[in-house]
């Protein structure tokens, strides 16, 4: 999945993804993932 399609899911309006956000998103993202 690419992270356009994640945020997608997440956050239906783009104007809400900031570029903040979405440094918050990948990186709690790769921390599940380096979870698992």
Known sequence: ???AE???YILP???AVTQ???DK???SR???ISDW
Do not use: F, W
């Open 13 to 15: 309006s783009e104007s």
């Open 25 to 27: 998103m990948i990186a």
């Open 6 to 8: 994640l945020s997608g």
């Open 1 to 3: 999945m690419k992270i």
């Open 30 to 32: 790769d921390q599940l």
């Open 20 to 22: 903040e956000n979405l």
